[in-house]
């Protein structure tokens, strides 16, 4: 019936054969075939579904493209001191001589992408940048997910009360546009910083992780494996953390690598509104896109190269997410 | 225990409402004397699905079978053994990528593999219909049952709207859904399962075709459902002579229902024969096995069932051996040698090195 | 009626409504899908009970309640002594030791990201039978050895078997913690036809090895009438007939368990082509409006002008000589019916509207014989 292989392992199905043609022509009439009553299970250990996820994974282009992107990214980003050429925090003499109201200087020996607006070198900077982009979107994407998690928990955990208090909180939230809810969360805080950006696109992010969270939750909770880890007298602790949130975080880890992607997209943003970090002295992305498009009509490099890092990151993290979803999903297994 | 049992008490003897001896179903089988030429010539049909980054498989390793006009033909077999997949390539719904579909289906003189999907379109429904086993997902959820049925009478009888409704609701009646004037305008999600699957009856046989196919229809409802529509199946067989192929599991549905019965194994027939001639001495072990398997209604109590030991996962290749050989209970070396031939002789197909003995 | 002494399980009017809630802020009741509505019940020791009938009749709802799965609305499950319906949190988990239970789908019934070896060990930490996985080795071996697994079979995962294989896990986890009483709920409907004769087997060898005492849940009656001892019939949550399992095939008595065992296929055309059968006509009525009086009346051939549609009848041994000890049914007609003073009819079908408020789910009550799905 089903148009799959019935069994999907060759070798073993050869390593069979081979026994069997070593016994043939023994001179015995009667094949020695037979199977245990059970069927054969095979000697071999176990493969859970993590790894047969990562050994399709493996071999998945997409996969590979999404994460040779994402790991030149993070080395760019931990070893961005040494590589950059030049500070990027120094106003360079040799450019800041062509420097006038009227000219940014472009490309110039040891200068590749020239200067930025104050003289400092572009290149170094976007090497720079690297690091507190990360920064922004791994921690922003921790946080939200932890939140989510515990929210998420709560809810699917428990049921009841405080399933609808925590779906009405999520729901309030979910019902404000989010860069709304950020930049009013960025506001609120006396000075801008680093970290008031992570914490207001983390903040965006909780219901969404919250909502996902819950949702496979509840559909653990009425699987079949919990009904009988109950009817086994587990407790209900261990039925939560060893049976229910590890079956339902398959979604949640894919669209966190997506979420990694938007909240970078979401600190240019803040950037861009002036709610980013206002100290120009660690270079990031989205900030540079946001000064930059004031000289945008003249000078577009400025904001294309910002621009196109952002871009290649997020499509890096987004090819990662969608065919590790793939790869978790129980359907396309077998 | 028994010891003042009436005799009308044994459900097997009672005595209401269905009606089907001896007699009646000698009628049906009208086309064993005629000699007719066959409806429906399957010959080597195999399927191969060929999915990114695996191997090929293949579902299909060359079936060929004949359907008579009027016969009903079984085929049996459990999950993976190709039989839904046989059904699927005639009808020419296969998926039309990542699969290849190759010998012949030749129905009435054309060869429908080599028809192109507009031509294959116009068959469908017209000359050949298709029962599926979820009646519920087979129906449109949002169009009234009533019009899925003028709709089909519309494309393929060319009849209007207007002429259509009356049949529609003849149909209905025909395959017993009460008050079939409201039940026009119910959606699918209205009825009841075994009043679905009644419906999409209906819409097959709104063509009248010659051949129906039957995709274990009745595996989704409850037992006595599953009588009301076998008995509904068996009744229009004998009353508009379409042949039917019965697609089941279910050796007790196809006991009661075939004329002929293939019992299929890990995409090839194993055997096949007249029903009573094969019930009676079942010559592959398979078909013998799975028959001892079977707990019986009306078998005594208290006796161990003889299982077949392991799964189909523990199959051979059948390019080698005899794909049964592991499970076998009577294999000779031979069987892990070489792939049987299926063998014809007297009216019976058997494809075994070592079969059972006669017991008669 | 039977000797109080060897009763494991005695179930006194264990009622299970489901609550049917609609409403855009505030969920209001509005209505309940009566699964179990009134089940008196007794399963003696070291016997099989099987239940049978068809999807929505509360077969699968009943053996949860006695499980206090699903916590029974009404009435008591008296279980070595002690009223499980009333045990609630610890009490209640630490006495599931006693009672496991046997799914329907083996592969949705094991996580899936537990190794067979951590699947099987769970229940035995859970009532401190072993500490580590190291100390219960020898017992899980012996475990899979009982279902006549390799020890290989300890570090794979679910997904690595065929679904026979599955199904013996299944079963040996419900063994691990020593039950007395094992509810298996359609043990073999979602296996293969020559995999479940194995299933069945084994449940059979186990339950003489450990000295189980089994209610087996099914639709199918073959299966049913091979394993069980004693075999109650359901219809819209309520027990329509009870006997043992000899006495109810070959004297079946309530209309609807002649109409059930007739309509049951048999593999033998010699058989199928002499029986007649009792065809019932129109469906089965939607349980959050079971028909008042008799719940088979809407469809019964033997329907009499009185009392049918007005009584509800009671489980009773009816006055007929020769009818074994302990076959009772809920009828009013039985031994008219039984001498022939009543005939059957004609019954027009009625239809059951399938989106009517609060009809079962279908989902949620599964249909119990899709073996095989393409």
């Known amino acids: 019936m089903t148009p799959s292989p019935m069994d999907p392992r060759p070798s073993s199905k050869k390593d069979r054969i081979d026994a069997l043609a070593s016994t043939a022509g023994t001179g015995t009439a009667v094949a020695d075939v037979h199977v245990s009553a059970a069927g054969k299970v095979k000697d071999t250990g176990g493969v859970s579904l993590i790894a047969s996820a990562w050994a399709r994974l493996r071999r998945d282009p997409v996969f590979l493209l999404g994460a040779v992107i994402t790991i030149l990214f993070v080395v760019l980003a931990l070893l961005s001191p040494w590589i950059a050429p030049n500070d990027p925090t120094k106003r360079m003499p040799e450019l800041l001589k062509d420097l006038t109201p009227g000219n940014i200087p472009g490309a110039a020996p040891g200068f590749p992408l020239g200067s930025d607006e104050f003289g400092r070198d572009l290149l170094s900077r976007l090497i720079g940048g690297a690091r507190q982009t990360l920064i922004v979107g791994v921690f922003a994407t921790l946080f939200g997910l932890a939140g989510g998690i515990t929210l998420g928990t709560l809810a699917g955990a428990f049921g009841g009360w405080i399933d609808s208090l925590v779906m009405r909180i999520v729901d309030v939230m979910l019902s404000i546009p989010s860069l709304l809810l950020a930049v009013s969360i960025a506001a609120l805080a006396p000075e801008p910083s680093q970290w008031t950006v992570i914490i207001a696109i983390a903040t965006v992010q909780v219901p969404i992780f919250a909502r996902l969270l819950r949702g496979s939750m509840l559909a653990q909770r009425a699987s079949d494996h919990v009904l009988a880890a109950r009817a086994l007298g587990v407790t209900q602790g261990a039925i939560v953390f060893r049976h229910m949130l590890p079956n339902s975080l398959g979604p949640v880890i894919v669209q966190s690598t997506l979420v990694l992607a938007t909240s970078i997209l979401d600190a240019a943003a803040l950037s861009f509104l002036g709610l980013g970090n206002p100290d120009d002295r660690q ?37 990662m997410g969608e065919s590790l979803r793939e790869a978790l999903d129980p359907k396309s297994r077998r | 225990m028994t010891t003042t049992t009436p005799r009308d008490t044994n459900p097997m003897d009672a005595t209401p409402t269905d009606t089907s001896n001896v007699a009646d179903r000698d009628k049906a089988r009208r086309w064993q004397q005629g000699g007719s030429e066959p409806l429906l010539k399957v010959r080597d049909l195999r399927v191969t699905f060929q999915r990114q980054g695996q191997e090929p498989f293949e579902a299909v390793q060359g079936v060929s079978f004949d359907v008579h006009p009027g016969q009903t033909v079984g085929l049996v077999g459990e999950s993976g053994c190709g039989k839904s997949v046989t059904s699927l390539a005639i009808m020419g719904l296969l998926p039309a990528r990542g699969n290849k579909v190759t010998g012949t289906v030749d129905y009435e003189g054309t060869n429908l593999l080599d028809l192109s999907d507009q031509q294959m379109r116009d068959k469908r429904g017209k000359d050949i219909a298709m029962v599926f086993q979820d009646p519920l997902s087979s129906l449109n959820p949002v169009i009234p049952i009533g019009l899925q049925v003028t ?180 294999p000779i070396e031979v069987c892990t040698q070489k792939m049987p031939e299926l063998v014809e002789q007297h009216q019976r197909a058997l494809r075994c090195f070592n079969p059972v003995e006669a017991n008669r | 009626m039977t000797d109080n002494t060897d009763v494991l399980v005695d179930a006194q009017g264990v009622k299970v409504h489901f609550p049917i809630r609609r409403g855009v802020i505030f969920d209001k009741t ?98 401190g039978l072993a500490k580590n996985a190291k100390e219960a080795r020898p ?98 949550g309520a027990i329509a007939e009870e006997a043992a399992a000899d006495d109810l095939y070959a004297t079946p008595l309530h209309p609807y368990t002649r109409a059930l065992m007739s309509a049951v296929p048999v593999p033998d055309p010699v058989v199928e082509d002499r029986r007649e059968q009792i065809l019932l006509t129109g469906d089965l009525p939607s349980p959050s409006r079971p028909p008042a009086g008799c719940r088979f009346h809407t469809r019964c051939p033997w329907r009499q002008e009185t009392k049918c549609d007005t009584e509800r009848p009671v489980l009773r041994i009816p006055e007929i000589p020769g009818v074994g000890e302990g076959h009772r049914v809920a009828c009013h007609w039985t031994e008219q019916i039984q001498s022939g003073e009543i005939q059957p009819h004609e019954v027009a079908p009625t239809i059951t509207d399938a989106s009517d408020l609060g009809a079962v789910d279908e989902s949620l009550m599964g249909p119990a014989s899709i073996s095989e799905a393409l």
Request: hydrophobic fraction near 40%.
């Open chain 1, 283 to 319: 270079p990031e992305w989205g900030a540079m896109l946001g000064t930059a498009t004031r000289y945008i009509q003249d000078y577009p490099h400025l904001a294309f190269y910002p621009a196109a890092c952002i871009i290649v990151v997020a499509l890096g993290f987004t090819l």
């Open chain 2, 151 to 330: 709709e089909v009478l519309e494309r393929h009888r060319g009849m209007s709207r207007k002429a259509a409704t009356p049949v529609a609701r003849d149909l209905l009646d025909r395959v017993g859904i009460p008050d079939p004037d409201r039940r026009l305008k119910d959606y699918p999600h209205q009825l009841s399962g075994g009043m679905r699957q009644r419906a999409l009856i209906a819409i097959a046989l709104a063509c009248q075709p010659r051949l129906l196919i039957a995709d274990e229809p009745t595996t989704a409802l409850d037992v006595t459902i599953q009588a009301q529509i076998l008995a509904l199946l068996k009744e229009l067989v004998e009353d508009t002579g379409t042949a039917l192929v019965m697609i089941t599991h279910d050796l007790g549905v196809v006991a009661g229902l075939c004329d002929e019965v293939n019992v299929l194994y890990g995409g090839r027939i194993v055997e096949r024969g007249e029903r009573h001639d094969l019930f009676a001495q079942p010559r592959h072990p398979y078909t013998h096995g799975l028959l001892a398997s079977i707990p019986r209604l009306d078998a005594p109590r208290g006796q161990r069932l003889n299982p077949i030991p392991g799964s189909v996962s523990d199959n051979l290749p059948w390019t080698s051996a005899c794909a049964f050989a592991p499970r076998c209970s009577q």
């Open chain 3, 30 to 127: 509005i209505g309940h899908v009566y699964a179990v509505d009134g089940v008196d019940l007794q399963i003696r020791r070291g016997e099989t009970y099987g239940l049978v009938g068809e999807s929505g009749c509360g077969k699968s709802t009943l053996g949860r309640a006695i499980l206090n799965l699903e916590p029974p609305t009404e009435g008591s499950v008296t279980f070595d002594g002690v009223d499980i319906a009333a045990l609630k949190g610890e009490a209640l988990r630490k006495k599931r030791q006693d009672i496991q239970m046997v799914f329907q789908d083996p592969l949705s019934s094991l996580d899936p990201r537990q190794s067979v070896e951590s699947l099987l060990f769970e229940g035995m930490k859970a009532h």
């Open chain 3, 139 to 236: 017992r899980l071996v012996e475990l899979l050895n009982a279902v006549g697994l390799p020890e290989a079979a300890l570090l794979k995962y679910p997904h690595e078997f065929s679904g026979g294989q599955r199904q013996r896990i299944g079963i040996a986890r419900a063994l691990s913690v020593n039950p007395k009483l094992i509810v298996a709920d359609e043990p073999v409907s979602a296996l293969d036809v020559s995999v479940q004769a194995q299933v069945v087997n084994l449940l059979e060898d186990l339950q003489e090895e450990f000295g189980l005492t089994y209610l087996v849940v099914a639709h199918d009656l073959a299966v049913v009438r091979h394993i069980s001892d004693r075999i109650g019939v359901m219809y819209l």
